[in-house]
């Protein structure tokens, strides 16, 4: 009982957070007829706060995430009908900070499949804000099409007081709706402003304008309007050496964290991990590491597990062969990629190379 009047007060903010007045509940495919003029665009809801659920309109920070199914999200909001002819899937239902590497596999073929169908003109992906950047920056390196393909999520749940997800959500689906859009890779809307996957980071927990890319925005959108001032360089989907239709696992790589007094067991530890292919150092600063954890990195790397250096500072990028000599220890720098998106690279990178030099190479084109 208690669940069912959560649902139906969530599909009454988004009506309210839309500007319409509820509509009674009924399937979400009565809500309109496709038509012709409008682009398709699919929804693959993945749950987060986006479809979360609280006890009240004053909790936007305490709440329960991935309550809500894709159909209640399109039935709330029945604006997304004048924009395009609109179908959900509900692919997972689960917090963010819960997906996994079989997680990001079964999506990215959801996506891909979706996107080789010619009666598809663009794709939204619902998540929890969690993990969003590195599902996202994961779909830019394996999906190859030039479709639009937005990540998409909210700070509040849709029964709080002046909640984001049903304005986040319009906009990415008239987003990968939008012509504009095409080849552009995979892209993240949050808080009216478009970012590339690539790029993007969430840096607050607790506001709506969480989400940050260190080079700006690729764009705006207003009252569901384009604005694009930028495009991104690096390579990504259809430009991709990697294909999501070839991958049939992910290589264990996982991230170190540096920090003062940090001690070898910290790697060490983390060495030990059953398939370990590479570790993800994020160090201070310039991708600094601590002389007493120097030579348990090397010890890994003699026994061909590669060592990338990231740094936990949230801006800037980790130069080649300063704070410590990459060349001589054979070690890979992530450039301006954060640890966990470094992570992303790596375990998609591996699945083609374990050779340094050409790992390098990925990193700096990546």
Do not use: C
Not at 13 to 42: D, E, I, R
Not at 149 to 164: E, N
């Amino acid at each position: 009982m208690q669940l069912s009047r959560l649902l139906r007060t969530l599909v009454a903010g988004f009506a309210l957070a839309s500007g319409a007045a509820f509509v009674s509940a009924q399937p979400a495919a009565a809500v309109a007829a496709p038509t012709a003029t409008l682009p398709n665009v699919v929804i693959l809801a993945t749950g987060g706060t986006i479809a979360g659920a609280g006890a009240s309109n004053v909790n936007s920070a305490s709440y329960a995430a991935a309550k809500v199914a894709v159909d209640k999200l399109i039935l709330g909001l029945p604006e997304l009908q004048k924009i395009a002819n609109v179908r959900g899937e509900q692919t997972f239902q689960i917090a963010s900070e819960s997906f996994t590497n079989d997680a990001l596999l079964t999506l990215a073929r959801r996506v891909s499949a979706l996107a080789k169908q010619p009666d598809v003109n663009g794709i939204v992906v619902t998540h929890g804000t969690d993990t969003l950047e590195e599902t996202a920056y994961f779909l830019n390196l394996t999906v190859q099409t030039d479709k639009p393909i937005v990540v998409v999520g909210s700070m509040r749940p849709g029964t709080a007081l002046s909640a984001d997800g049903a304005l986040n959500l319009y906009d990415a689906v008239s987003v990968a709706g939008s012509p504009d859009a095409r080849g552009k890779g995979v892209l993240v809307t949050m808080n009216d402003e478009i970012h590339t996957g690539r790029d993007v980071a969430k840096l607050v927990n607790i506001k709506t304008e969480a989400f940050k890319s260190q080079w700006g925005p690729l764009g705006m959108v207003v009252e569901g309007k384009n604005y694009w001032f930028r495009a991104p360089t690096k390579r990504h989907t259809s430009q991709s050496e990697f294909n999501i239709d070839s991958i049939t696992a992910l290589p264990a790589v996982e991230i170190v964290y540096g920090y003062g007094n940090v001690p070898r067991s910290v790697i060490d530890g983390v060495g030990a991990t059953p398939g370990l292919q590479a570790i993800v150092h994020a160090g201070t600063g310039n991708g600094s590491v601590a002389d007493r954890v120097v030579p348990a990195l090397q010890e890994l790397r003699n026994k061909g597990i590669n060592v990338i250096r990231s740094s936990r500072v949230p801006a800037g990028f980790v130069l080649r062969n300063a704070e410590q000599p990459d060349d001589k220890y054979d070690w890979v720098v992530a450039h301006d990629l954060n640890p966990q998106k470094a992570r992303i690279l790596a375990m998609v990178a591996l699945t083609k190379t374990r050779d340094p030099k050409e790992l390098q190479r990925i990193f700096w084109m990546y």
